[in-house]
Nanobody
Framework: QVQLVESGGGLVQPGGSLRLSCATS????????IGWFRQAPGKEREGVSC????????YYSDSATGRFTISRDNTKTTVYLFMKNLRPDDSGVYYCAATRRGWGFDEFVYEYWGQGTPVIVSS
């Protein structure tokens, strides 16, 4: 059974940092690209970052570029998203997702999704 479980979200002040984790099970992990998405209340879900199966290829949204870093530990079958210099418009529920048939920010490509972890950036 495939499971993706996000953790690490919470309340952080503007300018602060946060590290999210996506723990997976039931996957042939290194064959899957992993993406991070977020959704603010009343807004569409948007892609934030993704990483290829071997960790050598990464991609970021314009908003994330220069502030966020995605990485993966294939031994732990876990993907991380380190976020720094957080802004209020970074707030939302962050989801991780897995695909073995592509990568990027097309949600339809992703086969498995976690339940999300909330991030609130507020003073």
């Amino acid at each position: 059974q495939v499971q993706l479980v996000e953790s690490g979200g919470g309340l952080v002040q503007p300018g602060g940092s946060l590290r999210l984790s996506c723990a997976t099970s039931g996957l042939t992990f290194d064959r899957y690209a992993i993406g991070w998405f977020r959704q603010a209340p009343g807004k569409e879900r948007e892609g934030v970052s993704c990483i290829g199966g071997d960790g050598r290829n990464t991609y970021y949204s314009d908003s994330a570029t220069g502030r966020f870093t995605i990485s993966r530990d294939n031994t732990k079958t876990t993907v991380y998203l380190f976020m720094k210099n957080l802004r209020p418009d970074d707030s939302g529920v962050y989801y991780c997702a897995a695909t073995r048939r592509g990568w990027g920010f097309d949600e339809f490509v992703y086969e498995y999704w976690g339940q999300g972890t909330p991030v609130i950036v507020s003073s």
